[in-house]
């Protein structure tokens, strides 16, 4: 079944760019029927969608980050990645990747989540 | 964007009670809605999409309803591992979740 696995480093310099990726086995990035996503949560907070990136490299971003996302695909690494630039502390947070069910809008399979922590 | 207000933000029942969650979207989101569970220190879970259909191998005693504005989640007999915090999600336009619903143990 297709797994999901966050990478990258726990600790960011403000200002810096949060650079992390989401490496996917047991299934294709390349299939048509999916989007890829990260959402993040702060600690003892909700749920934040960050992005999506579909198989023809299309994104759509948050429109509360859209200024500082970037979101990309590696078919051959199976592999997409996120960067956030000039970031404050209150991007401290645990990053998850997703799988998203394009017909549906649903969130299906899930990363285990990364920890990333913005501070000098 | 499409705001998701939940309610309540928490929730404390007994075990075998019927728990009732409400979503509400500040706009019309035809039945574009699904339902996470989240345990402490996981992933969330999808349990329920297109507001009212059951992910494959979720317990029949959860349930969704609702189209429009206003949707509902619920849990026909709460067991032990059902504590954890829930969230709708809509996807009519992008994404977004609702704020969460922590549900404990009374």
């Known amino acids: 079944q297709v797994q999901l696995q966050e990478s990258g480093p726990g600790l960011v310099k403000p200002s810096q760019t949060l650079s992390l990726t989401c490496t996917v086995s047991g299934g294709s990035i390349s299939s048509g029927d999916y989007y890829w996503s990260w959402i993040r949560q702060p600690a003892g907070k909700g749920l934040e969608w960050i992005g999506r990136?579909?198989?023809?490299?299309?994104?759509n971003y948050n429109p509360s980050l859209k200024s500082r996302v970037t979101i990309s695909l590696d078919t051959s690494k199976t592999q997409f990645s996120l960067k956030l630039s000039s970031v404050t502390a209150a991007d401290t947070a645990v990053y998850y990747c997703?799988?998203?069910?394009?017909?549906?809008?649903?969130?299906?399979?899930w990363g285990q989540g990364t920890t990333v922590t913005v501070s000098s | 964007d499409i705001q998701m207000t939940q309610s309540p933000s928490s929730l404390s029942a007994s075990v075998g009670d019927r728990v009732t969650i409400t979503c509400q979207a500040s706009q019309d989101i035809r039945n574009y809605l699904n339902w996470y569970q989240q345990k402490p220190g996981k992933a969330p879970k999808l349990l329920i999409y297109d507001a009212s259909n059951l992910e494959t191998g979720v317990p029949s005693r959860f349930s969704g309803s609702g189209s429009g504005t206003d949707f509902t989640f619920t849990i026909s007999s709460l067991q032990p591992e059902d504590i954890a915090t829930y969230y709708c999600?809509?996807?009519?336009?992008?994404?977004?979740f609702g704020q969460g619903t922590k549900l404990e143990i009374k």
């Open positions: 999600q809509q996807y009519d336009n992008l994404y977004t």
């Open positions: 990136i579909y198989i023809s490299g299309g994104t």
């Open positions: 997703a799988r998203v069910r394009r017909r549906s809008g649903e969130m299906d399979v």
